[in-house]
């Protein structure tokens, strides 16, 4: 992960209005004391970024939250547990699904967030998720692996907590 230039909250929002994804929500719950980074995503950095880690990614990332399971899990549905992991799965495809008909992305994602505890990650994907997922799935396919994800923000703090902030496991002390 190449950390960039340091950026305030107000870029974030900016990107995230822009898009019409205005997050308040998300934005009221990070600590006060996050720095905000451009970054740039490469390969190499694949193993260390996960999805969000909420209940509803469980059954479409096969538990890990890892994009590479994403795409396993994206064409071979998993056994659910009850109704509500049903519908969370299909909602995740159908809404992967949509960015990869409908918008075929071949550049790179632009209005990723990412979030860590440190500028080592591992990195959580704070917004962006569908997106994320549906880059991976196209370049993966079309670029025989070769997948670029270009520049997107990383909000750094070391207050942020998995309980709160959906961090993977992986980023506790």
């Known amino acids: ?4 230039e340091l950026v305030t909250i107000d870029d974030v929002v900016g ?6 994804n205005y997050r308040s929500e998300m934005i009221k719950k990070l600590p006060h004391d996050i720095e905000w980074y451009k970054c740039e995503i490469d390969n190499e950095d694949l193993d260390n970024i996960y999805h969000i880690y909420a209940p509803d990614w469980i059954q479409i990332t096969n538990n890990t ?3 590479e399971d994403l ?4 064409n071979y549905p ?3 547990l009850n109704n509500k992991q049903r519908d969370d799965f299909y909602n995740h495809v159908s809404r992967i699904q949509f960015i990869i008909n409908e918008k075929k992305l071949i550049n790179p994602v632009m209005g990723l967030v990412l979030i860590a505890r440190n500028e080592n990650g591992p990195f959580t994907i704070y917004d962006g998720n569908h997106r994320f997922a549906a880059n991976y799935i196209i370049n993966s396919e079309r670029l025989n692996d070769c997948i670029f994800f270009g520049k997107a923000y990383i909000g750094i703090s070391k ?6 902030h ?3 496991p992986s980023n506790e002390i």
Do not use: D, R, T, Y
């Open 1 to 4: 992960m190449k950390i960039g």
């Open 78 to 80: 998993p056994k659910f």
């Open 159 to 164: 207050n942020l907590k998995s309980s709160e």
């Open 166 to 168: 959906h961090l993977h």
């Open 65 to 67: 939250f890892q994009v």
């Open 15 to 20: 990107l995230w209005k822009e898009s019409g």
């Open 71 to 74: 795409k396993f899990n994206f």
